[in-house]
C-alpha cells in the first residue's frame, strides 16, 4: 500500500465517502500555504485531479480558473486504492473474458480490521534508536539526560515519547518520580 500521511490519509478517506468523491471541504485546520502543499501532492502523485465545478449543484470550488470557471478536487481510483478502497468499476468482468464462474462460496479476504499493523523498528543510530535504549535502560532516564544525549529540547523529548514511541511504534512509556533524580521514563525490556 502506498504511503500517505495522516492529512492525505483524513483527505482520500472523507473524499471516499462524499458523491463522486469530492475531496473538498478539506480538513478545518489545514488552511492557506499548507493545503496548497499537500494538494500539490496529492495531484503530482495522482491521487487527486481537478475538474470543474458544477457550481449549480453547489460543489465545492478548489479554485478558479481565470475564465469564469471553477475546478474543483476529485479522489481519482488511485487515490482511493492508496486507502484501501477499490475502484467501482474493479468487480465488472472485462468484456470478452471466458473466465467461467467458480462454484462455491468466494474465498475470505480478511478486513482491514483483521490485518494487524506491521510493526515499525527504527532505524540504528538515530535519535530516536537512542531515546529507546535509554528508557530500556534498567534505570530508564529523565528529560534532562535524554536532552543531553539527543540535543533535543524538552518539548521535543516529550513529543517524541508521546507521538513516535506511544502512537506510531505502540510503545508503553512508564513514569515514576525517582528522589535525587526527579521524574525517570522508562520502556519495557524488549
Not at 528508557?135 to 539526560?145: F, M, S, Y
Not at 505502540?170 to 515514576?176: F, K, N, P, Q, R
Request: overall charge negative; glycine content about 10%.
Amino acid at each position: 500500500m502506498t504511503k500517505l500521511s495522516d492529512t492525505q490519509a483524513i483527505i482520500l478517506s472523507a473524499a471516499a465517502q462524499r458523491p463522486e468523491h469530492i475531496a473538498l471541504p478539506l480538513p478545518e485546520s489545514l488552511r492557506g500555504g499548507a493545503a496548497a502543499k499537500v494538494v500539490g501532492a496529492m495531484l503530482a502523485k495522482g491521487f487527486l485531479e481537478e475538474v470543474d465545478a458544477d457550481l449549480r449543484k453547489g460543489e465545492p470550488m478548489w479554485r478558479e480558473t481565470g475564465d469564469g470557471h471553477g475546478v474543483t478536487l476529485v479522489a481519482t481510483d488511485a487515490g482511493l486504492a492508496a486507502i484501501g478502497i477499490e475502484p467501482e468499476d474493479a468487480n465488472t468482468t472485462p468484456v470478452g473474458s471466458t473466465d467461467a464462474p467458480t462454484e462455491g462460496p468466494a474465498p475470505e479476504t480478511p478486513s482491514q480490521q483483521d490485518i494487524a499493523p506491521k510493526a515499525r523498528t527504527p532505524r540504528e543510530g538515530t535519535k530516536q534508536a537512542t531515546l529507546i535504549a535509554m528508557l530500556r535502560a534498567p534505570d530508564g532516564a529523565t528529560i534532562e539526560e535524554i536532552m543531553a544525549a539527543t540535543n533535543w529540547q524538552s518539548h521535543t523529548v516529550r513529543g517524541a515519547m508521546a507521538g513516535a514511541l506511544k502512537k506510531k511504534l505502540g510503545l508503553e512509556v512508564t513514569s515514576e518520580k525517582v528522589e535525587d533524580r526527579g521524574r525517570v521514563y522508562k520502556l519495557p525490556a524488549a
